[in-house]
């Protein structure tokens, strides 16, 4: 009989709380590259997942994930309301650890996966159509895929796909949904014509250190025994971070000339999507070349995102969805038996290769049609999108009554002095810019009023 182990009960549970830390890093990621007028709005879409999806979690969603399989899609409702998901040990899943540990360290990547989508309609979606999207991608997509690919008697686990940490489940699934959710919205007020740049990037680097730092959690405690798997699955993942990071820096130093700090944050988080699936597979030599290969791709589709003028905001599709498919290819090509007891290509395994293509192309095409589903339907009952006075005015105020910043600091205050000269407000600025459209078909506003309130709001632009 399974007997729980106290050394891999403890590493587990700790493994949950860094990956739980996760989300709220995910928050001031996304929130220091929005908008001075959106950074509540944009952290409130990953704390408020926290809390929605640990509820769904108990009630449903593990059991949909887990529990005891229907015809290889979804596991039925037996384990609802964790009905027989006790302290004992699951030998199924996790023969060391009590059934419940295994069920939170789980719900740790059932609520991060929800959140990175949110990058993608920053600053422009409704937040209570954000709430009921959730529960419904949440759901449809994300407890099928995890069955699908982690649960006993899962189609692509019975195939041999091969997704340590959740390449293929996190990452292309919330990615390619980005995808998907970028054309369902359409495209922010004044997207390609006004400065969207990222209004505090130490913001954005806290965050990226808050997901270095949890995702020693995300890959090691996947291992769900704190052994020698758990140890590699460490090392890989800070080699391959560092090698997205790096990489990342050398490419926009290269074509932009500069050595960008976002870009640095950016290329580490690419690192370590890509590694996720690959961080019980591979060596630390691997790792470079994965790390590294992600900060490329990566950094390539996003430029091609800008080329295309698809506003994916905060380019969730570019990071997660091509890094995370890079990741799952990558695996197939690099695992060794000799750490993960399965080999790819290069130990002459090529058909491991075959089976990570076909988990990534049903993955892909699942999320991106059930996601894309789902948002018409909620564009018809609901809608998706504020009001163009409300986006104008910023949702931190709109959705939720409340400002990030107390009053412009710096020299904006100097600023917003002079535009307040100009007796131009918020609502005025509106009016002005609703009167251009429809005389001017939306040309531009003049360089003074457009000037004036990005000073009122804080923009750096």
């Not at 990342?248 to 074509?255: A, D, H, I």
């Amino acid at each position: 009989m399974p007997t729980v182990d106290t050394g891999d009960t403890a590493w587990v549970l700790v493994s949950a709380v860094l990956v739980m830390i996760m989300t709220p890093g995910l928050g001031f990621f996304y929130g220091g590259l929005v908008r001075h007028k959106n950074v509540l709005s944009t952290i409130m879409h990953s704390f408020i997942t926290v809390a929605l999806i640990s509820i769904i979690w108990v009630l449903w969603g593990y059991s949909l994930a887990f529990g005891p399989d229907k015809g290889h899609f979804i596991g039925g409702l037996d384990w609802r309301g964790l009905a027989h998901v006790g302290q004992a040990p699951n030998a199924d899943y996790a023969p060391t650890i009590p059934h419940q540990a295994f069920m939170v360290f789980q719900l740790m990547f059932a609520i991060i996966t929800p959140a990175l989508i949110t990058g993608a309609f920053a600053e422009r979606a409704k937040f209570s159509t954000f709430l009921v999207f959730t529960v419904l991608w949440s759901t449809l997509v994300y407890c099928p895929v995890a069955h699908w690919v982690w649960g006993t008697g899962g189609w692509l686990k019975e195939l041999g796909t091969l997704d340590f940490a959740g390449g293929t489940v996190v990452h292309i699934t919330s990615g390619v949904a980005a995808l998907a959710a970028a054309l369902a919205f359409g495209k922010r007020i004044g997207f390609g014509d006004e400065p969207m740049e990222p209004h505090d990037i130490t913001y954005v680097v806290l965050g990226a250190a808050l997901l270095w730092f949890g995702w020693f959690g995300f890959n090691g405690g996947s291992a769900l025994t704190s052994g020698g798997a758990a140890a590699n699955a460490f090392v890989v993942t800070n080699t391959a971070a560092a090698a997205g990071a790096l990489t990342w820096v050398v490419m926009s130093w290269w074509l932009t000339k500069k050595p960008s700090v976002v870009g640095a944050a950016a290329g580490g988080v690419a690192g370590l999507v890509a590694i996720t699936p690959a961080s019980g597979f591979v060596s630390a030599m691997p790792a470079i070349l994965i790390g590294g290969g992600a900060g490329f791709f990566c950094y390539m589709a996003i430029r091609l995102r800008s080329k295309l003028a698809l506003d994916d905001a905060l380019d969730v599709w570019g990071v997660h969805g091509v890094g995370g498919t890079w990741g799952a290819l990558a695996t197939g090509i690099f695992a060794t038996a000799a750490v993960g007891g399965v080999g790819g290509v290069i130990d002459g395994e090529v058909s491991q290769l075959a089976k990570q293509l076909v988990a990534i192309g049903a993955v892909w095409g699942y999320s991106f049609v059930v996601t894309f589903l789902i948002l018409k339907v909620l564009d018809l009952v609901m809608g998706l999108r504020v009001s163009e006075e409300e986006e104008l005015a910023g949702l931190d105020v709109s959705q939720h009554g409340e400002r990030a910043y107390a009053a412009p600091v710096g020299l904006l205050s100097t600023v917003a002095a002079a535009a307040a000269t100009l007796s131009l407000d918020d609502t005025a600025h509106s009016t002005v810019r609703s009167s251009a459209r429809k005389d001017g078909g939306g040309q531009r506003l003049p360089r003074h009023v457009s000037l004036s309130q990005e000073s009122l709001q804080g923009s750096p632009g």
